[in-house]
C-alpha cells in the first residue's frame, strides 16, 4: 500500500514542481512519507522518491 501511495505522491509534487519550478511548493504529509529513509520493507518513501529527483533541491 505505500509503495504506491507514496510513488504516486512523488510524481503528483514533481508534475507541481515541474510545470513551474519557480513556485514553492508545500506537501502535507506525514513524517513517514517526507522521511529520506525507507519503509521497513525497503519501500522508498515521498521524501525519498523527491531527493533522489531534486537532491538538495529537496
Aim: hydrophobic share 40%; net charge neutral.
Amino acid at each position: 500500500m505505500y509503495a504506491a501511495r507514496d510513488r504516486y505522491m512523488a510524481e503528483a509534487v514533481a508534475r507541481v514542481v515541474d510545470n513551474g519550478p519557480e513556485a514553492p511548493v508545500m506537501v502535507w504529509a506525514h513524517n513517514g512519507h517526507l522521511a529520506k529513509g525507507t519503509y521497513g520493507d525497503r519501500v522508498p518513501a515521498l521524501g525519498s522518491r523527491l531527493r533522489e529527483r531534486y537532491d538538495d533541491a529537496y
